[in-house]
T-cell receptor, first 114, second 115 residues
Framework: NAGVTQTPKFQVLKTGQSMTLQCAQD?????MYWYRQDPGMGLRLIYY???????DKGEVPNGYNVSRLNKREFSLRLESAAPSQTSVYFC?????????????FGPGTRLTVT | GEDVEQSLFLSVREGDSSVINCTYT??????LYWYKQEPGAGLQLLTY?????DMKQDQRLTVLLNKKDKHLSLRIADTQTGDSAIYFC???????????????FGKGTKLSVKP
């Protein structure tokens, strides 16, 4: 049981390049999330998917798109990377069948945009 | 708006108790959470407390909840060097996620344990 996995672990992009961050979970969770973590800013929610087939914007969605490919996989795409998107990106998942909404995180992708 | 506040740093000696404090704003939060992040790693769910509880104990961890003051604390007994990490408090937010809400995180408290 791997939990939440993310690829790649590290990435360097030039301004204007595009890339997709991949996330998968094997816990049969309904909900999945993408966050970014910046020094002094804590974690900020980019997009989430409450269930398969739905996606919604979080606090900081501009410059990103997401796809909930199936119940297991949730990808984050940067169409035209900007230096302001240099950050550590975390994917998380949770089972929100009940009220409990504890989230389980992947190891992160460290992205640098030059 | 919603905000979760934590002090940024805490330094203790090995063997002492650590107390990490957090204040939150949404009185409708059903669950409150503590996460631990070690260097270079993701966030690990440490423990949580249901909003109708005052206290929860789990081995060396004790969570105290004061709903009136919207204050949450995490006490780590017999703190070890392996406890050095950043600790995040989180509450449920209903701004994102409709009726079930999503999580709003504090900025994290960096705990340093000196031998």
């Amino acid at each position: 049981n791997a939990g939440v996995t993310q690829t790649p672990k590290f990435q360097v992009l030039k301004t204007g390049q595009s890339m997709t961050l991949q996330c998968a979970q094997d816990m049969n969770h309904n909900s999945m999330y993408w966050y970014r973590q910046d020094p002094g800013m804590g974690l900020r929610l980019i997009y989430y998917s409450a269930s398969e087939g739905t996606t919604d914007k979080g606090e900081v969605p501009n410059g990103y798109n997401v796809s909930r490919l199936n119940k297991r996989e949730f990808s984050l795409r940067l169409e035209s990377a900007a230096p302001s998107q240099t950050s550590v990106y975390f994917c998380a998942s949770s089972d929100r069948q009940g009220v409990y909404g504890g989230q389980y995180f992947g190891p992160g992708t460290r992205l640098t945009v030059t | 708006g919603e905000d979760v506040e934590q002090s940024l740093f805490l330094s203790v000696r090995e063997g002492d108790s650590s107390v990490i404090n957090c204040t939150y704003t949404d009185s409708s939060s059903t669950y409150l959470y503590w996460y631990k992040q070690e260097p270079g790693a993701g966030l690990q769910l440490l423990t949580y407390i249901f909003s109708n509880m005052d206290m929860k104990q789990d081995q060396r961890l004790t969570v105290l909840l004061n709903k009136k003051d919207k204050h949450l604390s995490l006490r780590i007994a017999d703190t070890q060097t392996g406890d050095s990490a950043i600790y995040f408090c989180a509450e449920t937010s209903y701004n994102y996620g409709g009726s079930q809400g999503n999580l709003i995180f504090g900025k994290g408290t960096k705990l340093s344990v000196k031998p």
